[in-house]
């Protein structure tokens, strides 16, 4: 379980394909804390780590995985949001994310805001997957490549979210650009309440 508070963004150190499943290496400031099966929060995605190599640590992304998000799109020199999971007695200063990503979105712009910015991003709009709660809803939580955001301008297909600079620093929406390809894990609340409402309707 994370909150989608990201700790920093690793560098991506080496790519291997194992048959169906991609091997990444990354190297961050915490490698040193990490253990053999622990769980940290790729771009939003929840890979358990099988290799510590001095400051690089390896994990291992299936097809399922590589199919639903970003990662089979990334190169050597690359960054990637972490973050370890959470701890249960600490403060949620997110939403509650689960590492698993829904799907992948588009980024169609990018606003500079006296200060901030507005991103844009446009998904594939599937009825049957917006019936389970897989929508962005006004001023609701939604995980973007691993960060807690508030959605601004929800449409049926898109939706907005604001960048303040110290999230634009210290993640990889520095790195992003129009036609970059993030991850979203919508918000797991939501996707509760709609199939409980598709439950009361039986």
């Known amino acids: 379980m994370f ?8 560098v991506v150190k080496k790519l291997v394909v194992d048959g169906g499943n991609l091997n990444l290496t990354l190297e961050c400031s915490f490698t040193k804390d990490l253990k053999i099966d622990q769980s940290v929060a790729h771009n939003g995605v929840c890979l358990t780590v099988v290799n ?9 992304a299936v097809a399922e995985t590589l199919q ?21 007695n600490g403060r949620l ?4 994310v689960q590492g698993h990503v829904d799907q992948t979105a588009i980024c169609e712009n990018i606003e500079e805001a006296d200060g901030s910015w507005y991103f844009t991003f446009k998904y594939d709009f599937i009825k049957e997957q917006a019936l389970k709660g897989y929508i962005t809803v ?21 939706f907005q979210v604001a960048i303040i600079p110290y999230t634009f620093n210290h993640t ?8 970059s390809v993030v991850n979203l894990e919508f918000d797991i609340i939501g996707k509760y309440i709609t199939k409980m ?3 009361a309707k039986m």
């Open 52 to 60: 510590i190599d001095g400051n690089e640590y390896t994990v291992t």
């Open 93 to 96: 200063d997110g939403h509650i």
């Open 138 to 158: 006004e001023k609701g939580s939604v995980c973007v490549n691993g960060v807690s955001l508030t959605v601004v301008n929800s449409k049926i297909d898109s």
């Open 68 to 88: 639903r998000s970003n990662l089979g799109k990334l190169s050597v020199g690359d960054w990637v949001n972490v973050e370890r999971s959470m701890v249960m």
């Open 197 to 199: 409402g598709e439950i």
């Open 3 to 10: 909150s989608g508070i990201v700790e920093e963004s690793a």
């Open 172 to 179: 990889n929406f520095c790195k992003l650009k129009r036609g």
